[in-house]
């Protein structure tokens, strides 16, 4: 059974960044998916951002509203997924969750964690 532990959330104000981090008791390179998703108050949980690895390539997805200000990341050596925040918006406030896909087709799920922007 695979447990993701995020972490990295916050209270910033507008413009201010944040990393969240998501580590895994697996070897996140056996993943071929790893991703956040994020769940606002009183919205559906929504795709953030996507690392899809590919027999010898991956490739790498973003939702409209992050392009150019959110990175995802991974650490294989510290089996560790990262999402870097910046110029952060009140709108991004939300619960992050991290989500990685075995090649099993197996998806498992962090518990999630707050980030709040002050405007």
């Known amino acids: 059974q695979v447990q993701l532990v995020e972490s990295g959330g916050g209270v910033v104000q507008a413009g201010e960044s944040l990393r969240l981090s998501c580590a895994a008791s697996g070897t996140i390179s056996t993943f071929d998916q790893l991703g956040w998703y994020r769940q606002g108050p009183g919205r559906e949980r929504d795709f953030v951002a996507i690392i899809t690895r590919y027999t010898y390539e991956q490739s790498t997805d973003y939702a409209d509203a992050v392009k150019g200000r959110f990175t995802i990341s991974i650490d294989n050596a510290k089996n560790t997924l990262y999402l870097q925040m910046t110029s952060l918006k009140p709108e991004d406030t939300a619960v992050y969750y991290c989500?990685?896909?075995?090649?099993?087709?197996?998806?498992?799920w962090g518990q999630g964690t707050q980030v709040t922007v002050s405007s």
């Open positions: 989500r990685v896909r075995d090649r099993n087709r197996r998806v498992y």
